[in-house]
């Protein structure tokens, strides 16, 4: 068994970690500090504040149709985890660095996450469920509608890159 096997076999050792895994958001919430910052991968706008938050995560969960801890770092105030799941259909994966307070909660998270494909998912995905449940139908709608076509433009990408970092065409001289 390799060692991304190995971990992904056992379960996460920090709570939050294994609250995401488990897909249980009351955990996640537990977690959470009252001031806790949230970097999101797909904006610049950090999310604040506990309430705000636990709204986004429970966005999150109920966007995953699955979602796994792969590996871990830790650090005396800060944990790492790096992720894989599928969203609306599309593979996504991605990193979230967590800072923590002195009691252990968790005061600052960093999103990252690849492909732009799988991002876009997270916008047609997480955020026409947080449009939702903060501004209702309408705005879900339109974020979705405008969001929409990014993630098989994004697609585009892959095979133009395959192609790029083919064999080359150029005569050896």
Known sequence: MSAVEESAAAAPRHPFAAAISNRDHGAVVDTLAPDVVLHAAVTATPFEGQDTVAELYASVIDAFEYVQVIDEFEAPDAYAFFWRGRMDGRFVEGADRLRLDAEGKVR???VVGRP?????AFLTGIGARFARRRRGNLVATILRLTVLPLAPLFTLLDPLTRWLI???????G
């Not at 732009?116 to 876009?120: D, R």
């Not at 083919?166 to 050896?172: D, I, Q």
């Open 108 to 110: 600052e998270i960093t």
């Open 116 to 120: 732009l494909s799988g991002l876009a």
């Open 166 to 172: 083919g064999p080359s065409a150029r005569a050896e």
